[in-house]
């Protein structure tokens, strides 16, 4: 069995801030571990993945996450947000022969 | 390459009716998976297929089937169906359906269910 948690659902930082969303995880096996990114009225957009590799992993438009196993973590974190980065972003857990599980959702907001 | 397609993108039926939403995946990808997105549920998966056979099957009542063509090309049916369907049906595919594997999403089908 997995599981995410998402600990924010509304995140809200000023343009050129830095932008940390939190998500926690559960499972049975070792775990692959992903964020995506939804624009309004868009589809899923993959921002990185985490595979047993480097702990810190780098995704696109500048995003990282840190894959934490003793805190069963994976937090994603930005330097300095753009207007451009609010969205939802969801913290994802695939293990084992399961589909994905997806967390509830972070919505980021951006302000001027 | 081309990415992962739906059709139709928007829908609108009435209760009672059924439904079929079709996925094509990235060319050369052979496993699909389908997903449900609500406001209340978030996502959820519902099942995935991998060279025409159904790997495994979310939490989801049997009104919910899927099929899988030797082009790799998806289909998702839902009978019978009632209000509380009304969501985001999102298709995913990936090369081989390894665990390791991105999934790469479509666009969405929006099914209004009145």
Redesign the interface.
């Known amino acids: 069995a997995q599981s995410v948690t998402q600990l924010d659902s509304h995140v809200s930082v000023s343009e050129g801030t830095p932008v940390l969303l939190r998500c926690n995880y559960s499972s049975s096996y070792s775990p ?1 571990l ?1 964020w ?1 990114v939804q624009h309004p009225n ?5 921002l990185l ?1 985490y ?2 590799a480097a702990t810190l992993v780098k995704g696109i438009n500048g995003f990282e996450a840190e894959f934490k196993k003793s805190e069963t973590s994976f937090h994603l974190t930005k330097p300095s947000a753009h207007m451009s980065d609010a969205a939802e972003y ?1 913290c994802v857990v ?12 972070t919505h980021l907001i951006i302000q001027p | 390459k081309a990415g992962v397609t739906q059709t139709p993108r928007y829908l609108i039926k009435t209760r009672g009716q059924q439904v079929t939403l079709s996925c094509s995946p990235i060319s050369g990808h052979r496993s699909v998976s389908w997903y449900q997105q609500t406001p209340g549920q978030g996502l959820q998966f519902l099942f995935e297929y991998f060279s025409e056979t159904q790997r495994n099957k979310g939490n989801f009542p049997g009104r919910f089937s899927g099929r899988q063509f030797s082009n790799s090309r998806s289909e998702m049916n839902v009978s019978t169906l009632e209000l509380g369907d009304s969501a985001l049906y999102l298709c995913a595919s990936r090369l081989l359906g390894t665990d390791q594997e991105t999934q790469y999403f479509g666009p969405g089908t929006r099914l209004l269910v009145l």
């Open positions: 692959s992903f995506y868009k589809g899923l957009q993959l993945k595979t047993s969801f695939r293990g084992g022969a399961d589909g994905l599980t997806f967390g509830k959702g």
